[in-house]
Structures are given as C-alpha cells and as structure tokens.
C-alpha cells in the first residue's frame, strides 16, 4: 500500500518534531520531486554538503540493509555483501517492505527512515568517504525537499532509534573502476 499525501506529511512532520526533541539542527530545502540522483543535480547546485544515495538492499537470508553513500560514489554491488557481512549477494529490496520497515516510498530513501523500524530490521552502513563531509543531505522521508544535518548528528540520530550505524569503506574511487 503506498503512502498517501496525507500520510507522508504527518510522517515528516514526527522526524522534524523528533530531530527538535533531540536537539539536532537540521535545515530543509523546499524544492520539486527527484527522483534519482541525476535528476537532483540542479538541488545539489544549491545546498552545500555531501549529497548522497541511499540503497535499500536485502541478502539471501532476508537481512535488510541500508547502504548510504554520496551520490557520485561508486559501489560495486556483485562484492558489496563482502564489505559489510550479508548473507551472498544483494538485491534492491521491493518497494512494499521499504514502506512497510523504513516508512518511505522508492525515491525518498533516506537514514531518517530508521524511526520508522522500531523492530529494528534494518542494519545501516554509512560509507566512510561520506563521513569526510561535516554537512550531510538527505531527504526527509518525501522527494521534494532536501534536509542538511551534521554528520555526528546523523549518526546520533541513527543510535537514537536503534540503529547504530556500521561505517565501513563501501564506495571506490571513480579513478579505481567498478
């Protein structure tokens, strides 16, 4: 079932209102749908910070992962499960389970959505390159809008609703080849 407008707001509307509880800083660009990183380079132009992907992914025993990288990185799929302990080769988890575990549609991927897995399904892998940034951009939980945190106030936030985040080298260099 795909969320409704009305559903997506008062979802952003608990993340904003968490972030404020925990005391986290964040500021958000309003601005129209993206949907993959491609299209959001007119955004990134914009907003300072490292802009970034987000990958849902699922191993072959039904382990969820997400994998956040920046948005140019380049992540080698067919060995990714090596690099952070999955279960045989990854594959996109379906846009039902996304919904349903981390409270957003495909195309609005975000970290933010780790308040919405409170069975705590989820295992978060925050490539380290990312890390390099002090400013971090992700949506929150809806593509028409970008939101800029900290990035020791992203990984606090991660801990706050129970997913610590593993931080491992996941990306290669672009020079290096996929």
Known sequence: MTATADTIATRRRALFSLLQRLGIETTTHEHPAVFTVAESRHVKETIAG?????LFLKD?????????????AVIDLKRLHEVIGAS???SFGPADLLEAVWGVTPGSVT???????TD???TVVLDSAMLDHA????HPLENTATTSIGRDDLIRFL???G??????????????GA
Do not use: C, W
């Open 111 to 117: 970290p933010f959505g780790g308040m919405f897995d």
């Open 120 to 122: 705590h399904r989820v």
């Open 60 to 72: 072959k025993k039904g382990r969820l992962f997400l994998v956040v990288a920046l948005g140019e």
């Open 163 to 176: 997913h610590p985040p593993a931080i491992l080298p996941v990306s290669q260099s672009a020079s290096a």
């Open 88 to 90: 045989g080769r990854l």
């Open 50 to 54: 490292g802009h970034t992907k987000n």
């Open 135 to 138: 400013i971090l951009n992700y």
């Open 159 to 161: 801990a706050e609703t």
